[in-house]
């Protein structure tokens, strides 16, 4: 198992820049696919982004990309989410999440392949 905790959540203005960071312990973190997921109040949580154990691959949401971008420090044992040009509707609580990975290449779009996560952290943008 690896223990993930968010950080870098903030209030922001519309069009402002936030970076997430998801800090891991326990496991060797570069063996461990990532993503981050959002959940706004009452709605489901749902994808962002993701990136393959060796930070090789990635993938987006369509309603984040070319304005969010994923990556990956394993010597750091730290992701991070760059977030620009922030809109109202990706007001949320983020998470962070890892899933072991036995290839360099995998990484999933689906939150319920994960089976660790951070607390989240809240991302607030105003209009």
């Known amino acids: 198992q690896v223990q993930l905790m968010e950080s870098g959540g903030g209030l922001v203005q519309a069009g402002g820049s936030l970076r997430l960071s998801c800090a891991a312990s326990?496991?060797?973190?570069?063996?461990?696919?990532m993503g981050w997921f959002r959940q706004a109040p009452g709605k489901e949580r749902e994808f962002v982004a993701a990136i393959a154990s060796s930070g090789w691959r990635t993938a987006y949401a369509d309603s984040v990309k070319g304005r969010f971008t994923i990556s990956r420090d394993n010597a750091e044992n730290t992701g991070y989410l760059q977030m620009n040009s922030l809109k109202p509707e990706d007001t949320a609580l983020y998470y962070c999440a890892a899933r072991y990975s036995s290839t360099i290449y995998y990484l999933s779009t689906n939150r319920h392949e994960y089976d660790n996560w951070g607390q989240g952290t809240q991302v607030t943008v105003s209009s």
């Open positions: 326990g496991r060797s973190f570069s063996d461990y696919a």
